[in-house]
């Protein structure tokens, strides 16, 4: 029975795709639903979300935002407001024609990013430079109609935050920006221990409608980089197609500066892509469902007894950690232990007769399955020290990845050879001229994933792919 839980499970290493579904599924954390590229987020999955969801809005309201919500329905013509936006968006947008049985008089899209809705709400609420900043953010739901999609990477409808913040000056909507980017980039570092490149994406790249796009990209096993967030400064375009303008300081009327940002349910895809292995999930402590569970061991002799200890150590943990008591008498320790290194608890503590003799028990580590004996006594500040430890160590592995592929070309043939063999970030300098970036992405299927902060400037050098002078150091790479 152990060993049939392990077996449904491919290698990793040799078909990353397939043994990401089949995690996905033994695990327990999402399945199909009936309809064509959508999902059901079940309990253990939407427990891992509920963990980020905590984790951030408690930093989103440290900096002042607040939470809100808006209709999940937008009129047509709001969203042909503001052109680049709805042409960006029209290929996926989803649309309600009939309300019961009688036609709709207008068109009502099915939300796929909320800035048209919220704009019109703001340009009731915004009247003087005294209402100013907005800082609004919302748990949300959204349907984008995507061809191909993958459980948490990429499906028809899914969970995110969305952040919405207006401003009376250029200055504090880029302050905003980059704000919310450095919370993003801190969160999915300390919380997911998963390393990322923070930056600037190119003007092809850009969120559609925004003046910058603000980006932070990890990278998943298989070489691709995966967009884990992003922060638009939108400019002025929204607030002029959508009239919100204030009465400034000096009493003349001035349209408003405004910010856009996001993180979804695509994060919990890639920390599960990041940190499993060929046994299931390993989870960072921070967000796992469970970070402890108790195992007892026992014969029936022993059954009381050790029942009895495993549900004390229970109630010691349960005070500080997360905390499962699998004693279900229908499982064999052995089980038991397969199914949660599936499922990716931490830590795993087991006990038996010879335990609780020496009073003691014993730890063993999902990352790394160190297995080792610790007195009572210390259970609950070794159990604190270990998962401390778990998650520093997860970040040091994906950090190390990280950088083992971020190589430079020095030229265009190099650069072409490391994204077909070697996979990873490219870094190399660009002219900024979109036929190159286009030649990059038409022949090697890579894109311009980031322009980092000290990439802004690449005065000196030479473009990669047309030899002319460079204006930034970008990071290539194939994607999800």
């Known amino acids: 029975m152990e060993e049939k839980l392990v077996k449904e499970i491919p290698p990793k290493s040799e078909n990353l795709s397939q043994w990401y579904l089949e995690v996905i599924r033994r695990a327990e954390l999402a399945d199909y639903a009936p309809m064509k590229g959508m999902m059901v987020i079940r309990p253990a999955g939407y427990a891992i979300w509920e963990n980020i969801q905590r984790l951030l809005d408690k930093r989103f309201k440290e900096t002042g935002h607040v939470n809100a919500y808006f209709p999940l329905f937008i009129p047509e013509s709001f969203l042909k407001k503001e052109a680049e936006h709805v042409e960006g968006f029209a290929p996926e947008v989803a649309w309600v024609t ?52 993958r459980p948490f990477l990429r499906t028809t409808e899914f969970l995110w935050q969305e952040g ?38 190119s003007e092809r790249e850009k969120f559609a409608g925004a003046l910058y796009t603000y980006t932070v990209e990890a990278l998943m096993p298989d070489g691709k980089a995966l967009q884990a967030g992003t922060s638009h400064n939108l400019g002025q375009n929204f607030s002029r197609a959508f009239e919100i303008r204030f009465e400034d300081r000096d009493q003349k009327l001035k349209y408003a500066w405004q910010t856009s940002w996001g993180v979804s349910t695509r994060l919990i895809g890639a920390t599960v892509m990041v940190h499993g292995d060929d046994d299931g999930l390993v989870l960072p402590p921070k967000v796992a469902p469970h970070q402890v569970v108790v195992v007892p061991i026992y014969k029936a002799k022993d059954k009381e007894r050790v029942l009895s200890f495993g549900e004390k150590l229970h109630g010691e943990l349960k ?34 007769p010879r335990d609780i003799e020496k009073n003691q028990v014993v730890f063993v580590r999902r990352d790394t399955r160190e297995k080792f004996s610790v007195p009572v006594q210390e259970l609950t500040p070794r159990a604190d020290e270990v998962l401390e430890r778990i998650q520093r160590e997860l970040f040091k592995r994906s950090e190390a990845f990280t950088l083992e592929n971020t190589r430079e070309a020095r030229n265009y043939q190099e650069l072409k050879e490391i994204i077909e063999e070697k996979r990873g970030f490219v870094v190399a300098p660009w002219c900024g001229r979109e036929e190159c970036e286009l030649k990059v992405k038409e022949e090697n299927k890579a894109t311009i994933r980031l322009i980092p902060p000290e990439g802004e400037n690449a005065e000196g050098k030479k473009c990669i792919v047309c030899g002319g002078p460079a204006k930034h150091i970008v990071y290539f790479a194939r994607s999800y």
């Not at 504090?172 to 997911?192: C, G, K, S, T």
């Not at 052995?334 to 199914?339: L, N, S, Y």
Request: charged share 30%; aromatic share 12%; hydrophobic share 40%.
């Open 319 to 352: 005070d500080k950690f997360r905390v499962v008591y699998d004693s279900r008498e229908e499982y064999t320790p052995g089980w038991k232990f397969a199914e949660w290194e599936l499922r990716g608890v931490p830590l795993r503590i087991e006990v038996g």
């Open 98 to 149: 009939k309300g019961g049985s009688e036609e709709l008089q207008e068109p009502l899209a099915v939300r796929p990013t909320s800035e048209a809705i919220i704009c019109a709400m703001y340009s009731r609420w915004v009247r003087s430079w005294r209402d100013l900043p907005i800082l609004i953010n919302q748990w949300a739901n959204v349907v984008r109609w995507e061809k191909v999609t």
């Open 164 to 201: 919405h913040t207006v401003h009376a000056t250029f200055e504090d909507a880029q302050e905003e920006v980059l704000r919310i980017l450095n919370i993003y980039r801190e969160f999915i570092e300390n919380e997911l221990a998963i390393k990322v490149y923070a930056g600037r994406k």
